[in-house]
């Protein structure tokens, strides 16, 4: 099933050979790795462009305590409608294999949307998400949303298969669910800048979260917005984790 269209993401796109295992970088962490934080590509870049981006270093310094996966989960694994799939059996399970204590995704624009989609798929599955300016799809259907209010909004019947005529759609079905499910909020985070050019589309998913999870900075649809928010989200999110951990 096709999850994306191109049109959804035209223009300049790194070549991808989705029939190849995906690319992993993986940089380790400064201290004794416990947890490992997973990056998902937004829209045009690849893993050099993950490693310019400055979101590692953001990653580490908030905790030196992550090992850091930059992947290249491009388009083309999206438009070959397994990339849930494929970042599971070919990073997460892995991954959960070297004894992290804690596994956590992160991803800007599609990137956003892929981490979101991963928790549709294997539902809690990442230990935390933070979302950065993530795809929620056309604009049409954010306006349908939000005129409704997501708690109101009628997704329709479910369909026998997601595609990409109907991904978007069952992606908010998803996220409708959370409402019903406020511990899973308790470790999404979600950052973008003020003047994102998808900014509109926040406020439904924002309103599912912890107000203090939602974080909005000056600037618009690029790493140097999201690199610092992901580093001043992970430095609060670090201790209300552990400290969650250690309760009773």
Same mark, same amino acid.
């Given at each position: ?78 438009? /070959? ?5 494929? @970042? ?5 399970? *892995? &991954? =959960?294999? $070297? ?19 991963y928790d549709r798929a294997y539902p809690?599955?990442?230990d935390g998400l933070v979302l950065l ?34 991904? /978007? ?5 998803? @996220? ?5 499910? *406020? &511990? =899973?909020? $308790? ?62």
């Open positions: 099933m096709a999850l994306l269209v191109a049109v959804a993401f035209a223009g300049c796109l790194p070549a991808v050979n989705p029939q190849a295992p995906v690319p992993q970088a993986l940089l380790p962490a400064d201290e004794t790795p416990s947890r490992l934080v997973v990056v998902l590509p937004g829209r045009g870049d690849d893993i050099q462009a993950l490693r310019e981006s400055g979101i590692a270093d953001a990653i580490q310094s908030a905790w030196p305590d992550a090992d850091v996966v930059l992947t290249g989960l491009g388009f083309g694994y999206y438009m /070959q409608g397994r990339a849930p799939q494929r @970042l599971h059996d070919e990073v997460i399970v *892995p &991954a =959960r294999a $070297r004894g992290y204590r804690e596994i956590w995704l992160t991803g800007a624009s599609m990137g956003g949307m892929g981490a979101l989609m809690g599955d990442a300016a993530p795809y929620l799809g056309d604009r049409t259907l954010v306006e349908e949303i939000s005129a409704r209010g997501l708690a109101q909004w009628n997704a329709g019947p479910v369909p026998a298969e997601v595609d990409a005529g109907n991904y /978007q759609r069952e992606l908010w079905r998803h @996220l409708q669910g959370w409402h019903h499910d *406020p &511990a =899973r909020t $308790r470790s999404v985070w979600l950052g973008y800048g003020a003047g994102d050019r998808l900014a509109k589309a926040m406020p439904p998913l924002a309103g599912l979260l912890p107000e203090d999870h939602v974080v909005v900075a000056e600037g618009g649809h690029a790493w140097t917005v999201w690199s610092p928010l992901t580093q001043r989200m992970l430095t609060t999110a670090g201790p209300m984790r552990l400290d969650a951990q250690r309760s009773p």
